[in-house]
């Protein structure tokens, strides 16, 4: 299986049409059509659909198409990598990271470095900690930021100069807007949004035995998208402070919890990651700031 025809593959599942595709690779339908079915002859099973109009992946394309991204984006970062070894001054690094308002810091410190090192190029990709870790794990990534304590069995890690603040998201003309802060009392029986992290992991954690009585509504990724669902009164979201815009013209206000309930920020990389020698300089930059 080559990197070239997974490329192939993940342009047709994208254009959903073998035309469209073989354009945008700028090779015959043809020989295009020949790899699809190589690859297919090669794994035992179909990869696509075919309809009048378009192509469609099956159950087995689908499952192809996350492990060919993943594939494809580690062999573009190897050969970046290589290429980027006898440049000090330049090059790519790769970053996923969770939401916080402290990634202010990070950004700064980006700016900063790329003044002395026009060449740095980063990638940036969000997600939560499941997301970017599998990632960071098959080297996709150079670093990871998280909104929990990583295994240190498994990674290093930079702890974020400040914690985040948990809260409650609501419209200005509810009643608990007029309160100060927000107790677990007050939210049961209301129908909640989180992220699937914090529920499991910080919610219970500030609660104890009230978590029962708590309703969740949903689970978002993104707190943005869930803030939208509030000023829509479809219910009430927790969430860190300073993520979503609760000022006079939004809407929404926040509260925090009380007792209060904080969590770190870390920056993480694998143990023994091999880095290049910008990503090395960067890191070195990083430690001395955070420090």
């Known amino acids: 299986?080559?990197?070239?025809?997974?490329?192939?593959?993940l342009a047709v599942a994208r254009e959903e049409n073998m035309t469209r595709a073989a354009e945008y690779l700028h090779v015959t339908q043809p020989t295009l059509s020949k790899q699809i079915q190589s690859?297919?002859?090669?794994?035992?099973?179909?990869?696509?659909?075919?309809?009048?109009?378009?192509?469609?992946?099956?159950?087995?394309g689908i499952l192809l198409r996350k492990r060919a991204e993943d594939l494809v984006s580690m062999a573009d970062k190897i050969a970046g990598e290589f290429t980027a070894l006898d440049d000090v001054t330049g090059g790519d690094v790769y970053f996923g990271l969770a939401e916080s308002y402290q990634i202010r810091y990070l950004a700064r410190e980006?700016?900063?470095f790329k003044e002395r090192?026009?060449?740095l190029r980063y990638h940036i990709s969000s997600g939560d900690t499941e997301q970017v870790t599998e990632k960071l794990d098959k080297g996709v990534l150079d670093f990871a930021v998280l909104a929990e304590e990583p295994d240190p069995a498994k990674y290093r890690s930079l702890t974020f100069p400040e914690a985040d603040v948990w809260g409650l998201v609501?419209?200005?003309?509810?009643?608990?807007?007029?309160?100060?802060?927000?107790?677990?009392?007050?939210?049961?029986?209301?129908p909640l949004f989180c992220s699937g992290q914090g529920w499991k992991r910080d919610i219970p954690h500030w609660c104890k035995d009230k978590m029962d009585a708590l309703h969740l509504e949903g689970s978002f990724r993104l707190s943005y998208n869930a803030s939208l669902f509030v000023?829509?009164?479809?219910?009430?979201l927790l969430t860190f402070d300073r993520l979503i815009d609760?000022?006079?013209?939004?809407?929404?206000?926040?509260?925090?919890?009380?007792p209060k309930l904080e969590a770190k920020i870390y920056l993480i990389w694998r143990k023994y990651q091999?880095?290049?020698?910008?990503a090395e300089r960067l890191l070195a930059e990083l430690k001395s700031r955070f420090a």
Do not use: V
Request: net charge negative; charged share 30%.
């Open 1 to 9: 299986m080559e990197i070239r025809t997974l490329r192939y593959f």
């Open 274 to 278: 091999a880095f290049t020698p910008i």
């Open 246 to 258: 609760t000022g006079p013209e939004s809407g929404l206000a926040f509260r925090p919890l009380t």
């Open 170 to 190: 609501m419209p200005t003309e509810h009643p608990l807007a007029k309160k100060e802060s927000i107790t677990a009392d007050d939210i049961i029986g209301l």
């Open 39 to 60: 690859l297919e002859d090669e794994l035992g099973k179909k990869l696509f659909i075919r309809h009048s109009f378009r192509i469609e992946l099956t159950e087995e």
């Open 231 to 236: 000023r829509e009164g479809l219910g009430f």
């Open 110 to 112: 980006l700016k900063r």
């Open 117 to 119: 090192y026009p060449g």
